[in-house]
């Protein structure tokens, strides 16, 4: 746990039952056995471990995902410092890498150009006079990836996954949901208050009189709540076939005749296309029923307001400050913002995460790691189909689809097939606001660029030293960075059972997305495409209404319940996962009951899995991602899911009416 960097250099064959005992089993410190299992399992797992690990100062939330990201962050600071110094001779990742850093954390230069930067930003948004020049500004916006108005981009057709297409969504806001805009309680009307206070700050911080800045802060309000109004929530957006609209360029214009719809696609250089994908058609007509006639100060106030957050970062403390201010410390509760040297670190990691990424894997992820992980995930891979072929509410014919959508699953172990190339941005070593624009251009017409082409399969939506894992349904594949693929999650030297329980749970969480609520109306070449017999898919249905009722009914924090709805697909990936993981357990254990600090393998294995979700979390970051959040919180991942499972009941002796047994025990996979 405290060494920076982590080699996996031991070729322990994977499925060998031998440990080595100095490398440990669970992490003993960290439970509080004074609490009955049966009662409480995350407590009993993690008690101590919250106790001994209170928030640090600059988080909203620390626990084991956050501590092993630290860890990967240090590794990364450490290759990034010692490609800023070397000036030599470097490689070219090593001079991007190490100038981009260098110019973020040169902080003296920073100050001294102060918004200069971005008055030529600001001065084309306020030279604006009518309708041609607002679809001018938000296709040089988006340009710079800032999100207003509207989404555009590229996306595999989701009926025909082999091909790119062009896709518009909803977007604009700038709070995190749009219930954040429509809510009439008083901590949601507290929220738009201090957001307006906050704008206020920002239009005086780039010249504005009082009374303008007030004036435009009010302005932005109005203009995202007319937005918000004409958004889809985030539950209805979880529909695959309500997202597929495809239509001509001239049914969208029919849409909303009053943007100037041919005139973006060319600024912002899209190729030629005739359809699109348009998620939410509801909202482009939301938007030209609301928004002509709108003043051209509101739309200069809002596209300002954009641009200001989105370059705050890049610019004088005054600028950072007021934007931690409110966006971190207001909204999440962190009382101090991360040092600087790792928010560069994160922006190096963003920007360029696949040239990072490159020495991060030399450094830390072996080929014997990857051998491992990928026989763990086909041991994984053999339990989810011993489960399909078990189901009794399925019949055949869905089965055998079932399985060929298992068997048709990618698994990417480690790292990308191909690094991305990011030879044509520039990188200079005393700019960091222009860096930061570049960057975010280059990100931009990538996206653009893939318009009309075959879809690429091997893309990565992770940096390589990211600890998080992801499931794509329109590749049918199941991703795991080597971030994620260390201690807590992964240790090959430590005793199986507790891997199974960490990364083999990790392993089994993303397989099961494939058929989750979302997942499942995916074919296994990626396809949105029924494969269920209609008597099936009610029964789908059926299992999947009792895991978000359960979810529903916990409290995430004060007045706050968790949504069940919103997080469905990752509570069945939790309770699926979690199975998988403890047959292929069982079946590579076949009966072995050895001990190990007084535990059986199956005792290991569940604190093993409960250990990776120890969390702390502030009251306000909670209640915000109650709201956009689509994981629940480490507690309900560990007593949620637990509460569900016999196999966990009979390995505690828990009984009927303890807490940790459900009366309703819900099961889809
Ligand atoms: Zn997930």
């Not at 005793?495 to 749970?505: I, R, T």
Request: proline share 5%; glycine share 8%; net charge neutral.
């Amino acid at each position: 746990m405290k060494s920076r960097i982590v080699l996996f250099t031991l070729s322990l064959p994977l499925l060998a039952l031998a440990a080595d005992p100095a490398a440990g089993g669970v992490d003993a410190a960290a439970m509080n056995k004074t609490v009955d299992p049966c009662v409480d399992f995350y407590q009993y797992a993690c008690g101590n471990w919250i106790k001994a690990n209170p928030l640090p100062a600059d988080r909203s939330r620390w626990g084991r995902f956050g501590e092993l990201q630290d860890r990967n962050e240090r590794v990364e600071l450490d290759m990034i410092q010692g490609a800023a110094v070397t000036r030599a001779g470097r490689s070219p990742i090593d001079q991007k890498t190490g100038d981009a850093y260098s110019a973020c954390m040169d902080t003296e230069a920073i100050n001294r150009r102060g918004i200069a930067p971005l008055k030529p930003i600001l001065d084309e948004i306020n030279a604006m006079a009518n309708a041609s020049d607002v679809t001018r500004e938000v296709a040089r916006l988006h340009d710079r990836s800032i999100g207003v108005l509207f989404s555009f981009g590229s996306q595999p057709d989701a009926k025909d996954s082999t091909k790119t297409i062009a896709t518009l969504g909803q977007g604009g806001l700038s709070l995190p949901d749009r219930d954040y805009y429509l809510k009439t309680d008083p901590k949601s009307i507290e929220i738009r208050k201090h957001y307006v206070e906050h704008l206020k700050k920002m239009f005086a911080l780039a010249g504005d009189t009082p009374e303008a800045a007030a004036q435009k802060a009010q302005a932005v309000l109005d203009f995202e709540t007319v937005i918000a109004k004409v958004s889809a929530d985030r539950v209805a957006m979880r529909d695959p076939n309500k997202r597929y609209n495809i239509m001509t360029k001239a049914a969208l214009e029919q849409l909303a005749p009053s943007f100037g719809w041919d005139a973006y696609f060319k600024l912002v250089d899209a190729p030629a296309f005739t359809t699109l994908n348009v998620s939410n058609p509801d909202f482009v007509k939301g938007l030209e029923a609301s928004l002509p006639g709108t003043p051209i100060d509101s739309w200069r106030a809002y596209f300002e307001a954009h641009a200001l957050r989105s370059y705050a970062p890049l610019l004088t403390e005054a600028f950072q400050k007021e934007s931690f201010d409110f966006w971190q410390h207001y909204l999440t509760g962190v009382p101090q913002e991360r040092p600087r040297q790792f928010r560069c670190v994160q922006m190096v990691d963003r920007g360029m995460g696949d040239l990072i990424g490159q020495k991060y894997v030399e450094q830390t992820f072996g080929p014997d790691a990857k051998a491992q992980i990928t026989q763990l995930v086909e041991a994984l891979e053999k339990s989810l189909g011993e489960d399909i072929k078990l189901f009794d509410w399925m019949t055949d014919a869905t089965k055998k689809a079932a399985l060929a959508k298992l068997q048709a699953i990618t698994n990417n172990v480690g790292y990308p097939k191909k690094w991305r190339d990011y030879g044509k941005v520039t990188i200079a070593r005393d700019d960091y606001f222009g860096n930061s624009v570049r960057l975010a251009e280059f990100t931009h017409n990538r996206q653009i660029e893939k318009i009309g082409t075959p879809t690429d399969r091997t893309e990565w939506g992770m940096s390589t030293p990211t600890v998080n894992a992801f499931y794509s349904p329109q590749q049918n594949s199941i991703n795991f960075p080597a971030g994620i693929l260390q201690s807590p999650f992964f240790d090959p030297r430590r005793d199986m059972a507790v891997n199974f329980g960490g990364v083999g749970s990790v392993i089994g969480h993303e397989m099961t997305h494939g058929f989750d609520d979302q997942g499942r109306k995916f074919d296994g070449e990626g396809n949105l495409r029924d494969w269920w017999t209609p008597q099936d898919g009610a029964e789908f249905e059926k299992r999947a209404a009792c895991i978000a009722n359960e979810y529903s009914g916990f409290t995430s924090v004060e007045d706050v319940k968790l949504n069940g709805r919103l997080t469905l697909g990752e509570n069945a990936a939790d309770n699926g996962g979690l199975r998988v993981a403890y047959m292929a357990l069982e079946d590579t254990y076949k009966g072995k009951k050895d001990v190990v600090d007084g535990m059986t393998p199956e005792q290991r294995f569940f604190v093993g899995f409960a250990q990776v979700w120890c969390e702390n979390i502030r009251p306000e970051e909670a209640r915000s991602r109650a709201m956009v959040d689509p994981h629940s919180p480490g507690r309900f991942r560990v007593n949620g899911t637990l509460q569900n499972m016999p196999e966990f009941q009979k390995t505690y002796s828990c009984k009927a009416g303890q807490p940790m047994v459900s009366t309703n025990a819900c099961r889809v996979w």
